[in-house]
């Protein structure tokens, strides 16, 4: 690692949106959990996580105000908060509390061990790093375990990082001429603006929010997650490349089709109304990979209704055709300029963030095929780490207010897996289980 940065170090313009949307009763926060077939060494593991944490600073600090700035503020912890149970794992993840960031870092870890497997959920804040940020910590983490107690000539090489570059997170890395080239490109983007103001997305579920102020369910946070297999996965590939779109583009446009044949079903609003995703965009740039864990995400917005989603693969089109010209003009930029321009007039990013109306319907967000890159051995194309065998990831992204599902695609071993944080004092388990259902057969029945 290049020499270090100096702390207090300023939030960036998107943290601080990340740190004023923030709640108790709807933390900005999201999940990681590892299936391991085998016994985890506990010595072995907790300074693995220790080491890996001091690669990836802003997961050990927490926030103040200092002046008129939010700032990063190195934690006098050593090692991150790590809870261990000698159990056999659940299919529900072990319940979680709200992270205060300003008395706390925003990493938390929970290890339940088993006779012969176990379960490890990462819990992050996400004004700390965006979901690539947490899969660097993570795979550092386990490159360490694998490490430990090996020949040095066994051992595997770490990525180099450069913690300068951290310093770049409110430009995501550009140049200032790259920065001004952005200027009419971002013309395009001021219809979506408008767009997005004119529009009025309704909650996939009518209900009342939660105060702010209100404690989560005691079962937080409720994810379920259907896995295909890897003939049924390649099948899901192949379709999207006879009808001429990316695999990206046909799981976003049968989740819109898969949700509005249930809001159908179960009686819940009109063809008419607007239903809005948010979707997380990458932003890192070429050799990014040196960047240690922090936010390099922006977001974008797709807006369908019932109407729309009468002809599917018109849908699909439509979506590939909306991310073609996203990407063609740098659209991921938008969101985060706008905040950077509300922050320059009001003083805050505050106000931008409205509780009391429904900005989005939903979330989904498709982190692709993780760990794609490891060294780690592999057997059956699952990551081996020192005779443990990575069965299978899970991820949880954060439920905001009036939006009781969030959706998390990835593929690991082959196999992709539809990952559904629900808020559960909005939707049971069944509807949860209905919605999860509906958006597997879309996707199984080709459309």
């Known amino acids: 690692m290049n020499a270090p940065i100096k702390f207090p170090l300023p939030l960036a313009t998107f943290e601080e949106y990340m740190l004023a949307d923030d709640r108790p009763a709807h933390p900005m926060q999201f999940f990681c959990r590892l299936w391991f077939a085998g016994a985890i060494d506990r010595h072995r593991f907790m300074g ?13 600090a927490t926030v103040a105000r200092i002046g008129r700035c939010w700032c990063w503020v190195p934690s006098d912890k050593v090692e991150p908060e790590l809870n261990w149970f000698a159990t056999e794992p659940l299919d529900t993840m072990p319940a979680a509390r709200w992270i205060d960031l300003e008395s706390s870092p925003g990493l938390r870890i929970t290890v339940r061990q088993g006779q012969s497997r176990a379960d490890v959920v990462f819990h992050f804040h996400h004004a700390c790093c965006d979901g690539t940020g947490a899969m660097q910590y993570i795979h550092d983490l386990l490159v360490l375990y694998s490490n430990a107690n090996q020949h ?40 979506g603006i408008r767009q997005f103001f004119s529009r009025s997305p309704q909650p996939l579920v009518p209900h009342e929010v939660e105060p702010d102020q209100s404690e989560l369910p005691p079962a937080y946070p409720t994810v379920l997650v259907h896995e295909f297999d890897q003939q049924q996965t390649t099948s899901i ?3 999207a ?59 974008i917005f797709l807006d369908r209704r019932g109407l729309d989603c009468e002809q599917p693969e018109e849908l699909v089109r439509g979506i590939r055709d909306e991310m073609d010209l996203i990407k063609r003009n740098q659209l991921g930029f938008t969101f985060p300029l706008t905040l950077q321009a509300f922050k320059l007039l009001t003083g805050g990013v505050k106000r931008a963030i409205n509780a009391k109306t429904c900005s989005a319907s939903g979330l989904v967000t498709n982190v692709g095929t993780i760990l794609a890159r490891s060294p780690l051995p592999r057997h059956e194309g699952k990551l081996m780490i020192n005779g443990l065998l990575l069965d299978r990831v899970e991820i949880g992204a954060p439920n905001r207010p009036y939006q009781c ?28 289980s209905g919605l999860l259902g509906a958006y597997v057969e879309r996707l199984l029945g080709n459309l």
Request: proline share 1%; hydrophobic share 45%; glycine share 6%.
């Open 241 to 299: 490349m006879e009808i001429g779109v990316s695999m990206n583009d046909l799981l976003v446009g049968s989740l819109f089709l898969a949700i509005t044949s249930w809001r159908s079903e179960n009686r819940l609003g009109d063809e008419r109304d607007w239903l809005r995703m948010s979707v997380p965009v990458s932003m890192r740039q070429f050799g990014s990979e040196s960047i240690p864990a922090a936010n390099f995400v922006s977001m």
């Open 237 to 239: 590939k192949q379709r």
């Open 405 to 432: 599902v969030a959706f998390s695609l990835l593929i690991y071993g082959g196999r992709l897996a539809l990952c559904t944080q629900y808020d559960s004092r909005v939707l049971d388990k069944a509807q949860a």
């Open 152 to 191: 040095e000539a066994r051992k595997v090489t770490l990525d180099a990082l450069d913690e300068q570059k951290l310093l770049s997170r409110e430009t995501f890395g550009l140049s200032r001429w790259d920065r001004l080239k952005l200027t009419r490109k971002q013309l395009v983007g001021v219809a």
């Open 48 to 60: 693995a996580a220790s080491e890996a944490i001091n690669r990836h600073r802003l997961l050990n």
